[in-house]
């Protein structure tokens, strides 16, 4: 027997996909980001995304923290995630969405502060982007790193 997927009421209040484009390569993925209201909840702000390098930056604040009071681990994750997403639809110029299938992500110093996620594509083909992401604090020292796998979706 299946078990029917339970939506919340407010799942699509801020719908993120636009609607496919009836001709093949019409598609412009550029918007996508600004449409994620998560990333406005986190406070994300896209500095670039272009030819397959993008960069990031979000404001620390209490309610990002952990109970160590350093931004929390997941943030960075979704930093990281967000700038690597970004890094790979620039790649495809813009023609083309994403969804990631794979990250690994490694915590290398606690983040305070102002924070700087820079994203490349390092390569793929028609279907998957591998992308690579760091996140440094305002004096440059690196306290995060991500992998990830993406897939080219349609939109």
């Given at each position: 027997?299946?078990?029917?997927?339970?939506?919340?009421?407010?799942?699509?209040?801020?719908?993120?996909?636009?609607?496919?484009?009836?001709?093949?390569?019409?598609?412009?993925?550029?918007?996508?980001?600004?449409?994620?209201?998560?990333?406005?909840?986190?406070?994300?702000?896209?500095?670039?995304?272009?030819?397959?390098v993008?960069?990031l930056?979000?404001?620390?604040?209490?309610?990002?923290?952990?109970?160590?009071?350093?931004v929390?681990g997941?943030?960075?994750?979704s930093?990281?995630?967000?700038?690597?997403?970004?890094?790979?639809?620039?790649?495809?110029g813009?023609?083309?969405?994403?969804?990631?299938?794979d990250?690994?992500?490694?915590?290398?110093?606690?983040?305070?502060?102002h924070?700087?996620?820079?994203?490349?594509?390092?390569?793929?083909?028609?279907?998957?982007?591998?992308?690579?992401?760091?996140?440094?604090?305002?004096?440059?020292?690196?306290?995060?790193?991500?992998?990830?796998?993406?897939?080219?979706v349609?939109?």
């Amino acid at each position: 027997m299946d078990t029917p997927v339970m939506t919340p009421p407010h799942a699509h209040a801020h719908a993120t996909a636009p609607s496919a484009p009836e001709t093949p390569g019409s598609a412009d993925t550029s918007g996508l980001f600004a449409q994620v209201a998560f990333n406005h909840l986190l406070g994300l702000q896209r500095e670039f995304a272009q030819d397959g390098v993008a960069r990031l930056t979000l404001a620390a604040r209490p309610e990002l923290c952990n109970n160590f009071l350093v931004v929390h681990g997941g943030v960075l994750m979704s930093m990281m995630d967000s700038a690597m997403s970004s890094a790979a639809l620039s790649a495809s110029g813009f023609q083309k969405a994403v969804v990631t299938i794979d990250m690994t992500t490694s915590f290398h110093q606690p983040a305070r502060g102002h924070l700087t996620a820079h994203a490349t594509c390092q390569g793929g083909g028609q279907s998957v982007c591998f992308c690579e992401a760091r996140v440094e604090d305002e004096q440059g020292t690196v306290v995060a790193r991500a992998m990830g796998t993406f897939r080219y979706v349609r939109v």
